[in-house]
């Protein structure tokens, strides 16, 4: 969808001015209906909107500056509603599905237009299309980046009623062709359908053998039974994915559209993920199984430790600092059993204080030049000269 926003963003070269922008770049956007640039950009000479999902060519009639329209890989099937922009000079159809080659016709309006791009079409395949197009477009210089020459609109203008007659055939056995595959992707669409309905309800009935609230363990058995349905979603998931990518699909139009909203709905799925897991917190613990009161007294934690809180002491021979009050650690160390000693391989001072669960590291880093650097979750840097230097505060 092209909204101001996303235009506004793609005109940082204009100060994100778009009345009077010239020029914009709105390929890879998963655009799926061309509109509102014809209000927004009535100033726009290049136009690339190429790796989108356009079906149709349309709201671009009143882009009167236009010169250059770029609508490559997109699922175009008919050139049309461009006999507006006065000033097109070059236009790129590259990778679309234009099967109707007689709807060229409607750029015989286009007296500037130069150069025209319809490589990886399907009309490119019919007999005669390239004498169809010399003939059909007189003003036409260059047809897929190959010269036109002058003794080739000649013949191709003498076997025109001839070639104008097959090309006819060959679209309308095309366009009998996409009446099939329309209807075709309308089935399996209908068939995908009703077949995740039934995951749906299946899965409901999985969740609902874990999650009954007549069953005496349920609680004891929580964790084990999110487990088991954890892994249940992603062999489903996985297995879903191999049936989708392995089956025998056309490229048309519709299964280009279908991909790429499989891909969408498979992301926000993930991103739903995520964001659940973001929002579970753990519970309070207020006492332990013994039955000891915790002190559940939350601590204020500092991200960057200030200067102001360093007491250093630089002399010729060594420098001392020292912290001025205490760090709060995250939880409660063994002091008996920590140590520390320095890295072999990065010279840093590892300090290692185990606890319950894992270990609290703080490194020390000290530097042999004219400055030394000190960290510990944060960064002081001190000068031989006695003078100090703030660093994240």
Known sequence: ???????????????????????????????EKLEHLDKWCRDLKILYLQN??????????????????????????????????????????????IGELSSIESLKCNIHLKELFLMGNPCTEFEGYRQFVVATLHQLKYL????????????????????KWKIRE?????????????????????GRKDKKQKHVDSKLGFDSDFCSPDSPQEKPNQAEGDGEQETYRTVENDEED????????????????????????????????????KREKSPWTLATAEGKVLNVNVPKYVKHLDTSLLDVDVQPTYI?????????????????????????????????????????WA???????????????????????????????
């Open 1 to 31: 969808m092209i909204t101001e926003d996303l235009v506004r963003r793609r005109a940082e070269h204009n100060n994100c001015e778009i009345f009077s922008l010239e020029e914009i770049s709105l390929h890879q956007q998963e655009i």
């Open 52 to 97: 989108n999902l356009i079906p149709k060519i349309e709201n671009v009639g009143k882009l009167k500056k236009l010169e250059y329209l770029n609508v490559a890989l997109n699922n175009i099937e008919r050139i049309e509603n461009l006999e507006g922009c006065e000033e097109l000079k070059k236009l790129d159809l590259t990778a679309n599905f």
């Open 144 to 163: 897929d980046s190959k010269e036109i020459e002058r003794s080739e609109r000649i013949k191709a203008l003498q076997n025109y009623p001839e070639v």
């Open 170 to 190: 060959q679209e309308q056995a095309y366009l009998l062709k996409r009446t099939r595959e329309k209807e075709e992707a309308q089935r399996s669409m209908r």
């Open 363 to 393: 490194a020390f880093k000290a530097s042999r030049a004219t400055s030394y650097t000190f960290d510990f979750q944060n960064r002081v840097t001190l000068h031989k000269d006695n003078s100090r230097k703030k660093g994240i505060s």
């Open 242 to 277: 191999r049936r989708f990518w392995e089956e025998p699909t056309p490229y048309t139009p519709e299964s280009r559209l279908e991909t790429h909203r499989y891909i969408e709905e498979k992301r926000r799925a993930k991103d739903n993920i995520r964001e659940s897991k």
């Open 320 to 360: 001392r600092v020292l912290v001025k009050g205490k760090l709060v650690l995250p939880e409660e160390v063994k002091p008996d059993s920590s140590s520390a000693k320095r890295s072999q391989t990065t010279g840093h001072l590892v300090v290692t204080m185990p606890k319950v669960c894992k270990i609290v």
